[in-house]
């Protein structure tokens, strides 16, 4: 259980009651209701990974000197601008994926009560626009707030540019297999997940510290690497997982998701068996999906991928090791020991 999380739940209502009452904009009883119900659905549902990450981070890089109060409020709020950002890019992932479920819950976009339908695309704005909001309210008298506003947008960018990539890669009616590739792959992952997942929470934490960014390239490339591995233990526990373990049933092969291991299957399959690939990948039929998973299960995709596991950690750890400074160690460490051998 994470020291913070009590702390950082509070910091979630506070943020939520100031957006309720933002003097730009006459709220109705109507409108500020549909906005707080979307918030409580959407914002703090998920497991709060990113969000409480900035806190660990920035008291890592503090060498275990206790935090203020106030450097408490301010990391949650810079947390939580994380977890607003994941669900605004959630609420409009799944209505481009049709999605049916996400937490185990409806989509936003099929709550049926609330008959939300694409009022989604608009909550999603909402939700965006919250971040500008939450940064001006707390941080605008702070030297790094420039560097804050542009974080946020440079990595907004670079989550949209990744899930284009993603999208016009698996549009309808142009399956094609032979697209699909490792540097494909670790394009998307590394543009849709890793700069707002693992470089983003880091980057808040070194703002607040008074550091440059700039002076912490090599910080980012770990970091990226680090999405990558994550995203690639994901596509394996999409096929490999258990669905109760995971809390969700993976669909990457009816999907034609450019999953690592289709990736690798393709590079590692005889003729036949890349016949066997076209012909069932990317199909919504029991029968397609489980050849595809006996295929996988012949190429050894478990062995293949404790063998990826392993040598990602190693070379990770290698690369965190030579940095000069032990608290930005401290604080990269930390993010690997919790991603590696993960089950779910």
Same mark, same amino acid.
């Given at each position: 259980m994470n020291e913070f999380r009590s702390k950082f739940l509070e910091v979630y209502s506070l943020l939520k009651s100031e957006l309720l009452h933002d003097p730009a904009f006459e709220f109705t009883d109507d409108s500020r209701q549909w906005v707080?119900?979307?918030? !409580?659905?959407?914002?703090?549902?998920?497991?709060?990974?990113?969000?409480?990450?900035?806190?660990d981070s920035y008291k890592l890089l503090k060498q275990g000197g206790k935090l203020t109060e106030d450097e408490v409020f301010l990391a949650s709020a810079l947390g939580w601008c994380i977890e607003w950002l994941q669900a605004y890019f959630l609420i409009l992932? !799944?209505?481009? !994926?049709n999605a049916v479920t996400r937490r185990g819950q409806p989509c936003w976009f099929r709550v049926p009560k609330l008959q939300v339908g694409m009022v989604a695309v608009n909550d999603g704005t909402m939700l965006r626009n919250h971040i500008?909001?939450?940064?001006?309210?707390?941080?605008?008298?702070?030297?790094?707030?420039?560097?804050?506003?542009?974080?946020?947008?440079?990595?907004?960018?670079?989550t949209a540019s990744g899930q284009m990539i993603d999208l016009i890669t698996t549009l309808e009616g142009e399956k094609d297999l032979s697209k699909y590739s490792l540097p494909l792959h670790h394009r998307i992952v590394q543009y849709k997940t890793a700069y707002y997942s693992f470089y983003l929470p880091v980057a808040c934490a070194l703002l607040m510290a008074g550091e440059n960014l700039?002076?912490?390239?090599?910080?980012k490339n770990i970091l990226i690497d680090m999405g990558t591995y994550f995203q690639v233990q994901d596509d394996y526990l999409d096929c490999f997982g258990l669905p109760d373990v995971i809390g969700k049933i993976g669909t990457d092969i009816e999907d034609f998701k450019c999953s690592w291991l289709v990736v690798k299957a393709l590079e590692l399959s005889d003729e036949k068996q890349k016949s066997l690939l076209h012909e069932n990948y990317g199909k919504a039929d029991t029968d397609c999906v489980a050849r595809v998973k006996e295929l996988y299960k012949a190429l050894n995709l478990e062995g293949v991928f404790?063998?990826?596991?392993?040598?990602?950690?190693?070379?990770?750890?290698?690369?965190?090791?030579?940095?000069?400074?032990?608290a930005v160690q401290a604080v990269l460490k930390s993010f690997l020991a919790k991603i590696y051998k993960r089950q779910k």
């Open positions: 707080e119900r979307m918030l !409580d659905y959407n914002v703090p549902g998920g497991k709060l990974n990113r969000g409480l990450s900035v806190i992932d !799944d209505i481009m !994926d500008s909001r939450i940064l001006k309210n707390h941080f605008k008298e702070k030297p790094y707030y420039v560097d804050l506003m542009e974080l946020f947008n440079e990595v907004e960018f670079q700039e002076n912490h390239n090599d910080v404790s063998e990826y596991e392993r040598k990602s950690y190693e070379k990770l750890l290698k690369s965190i090791e030579v940095h000069p400074s032990d």
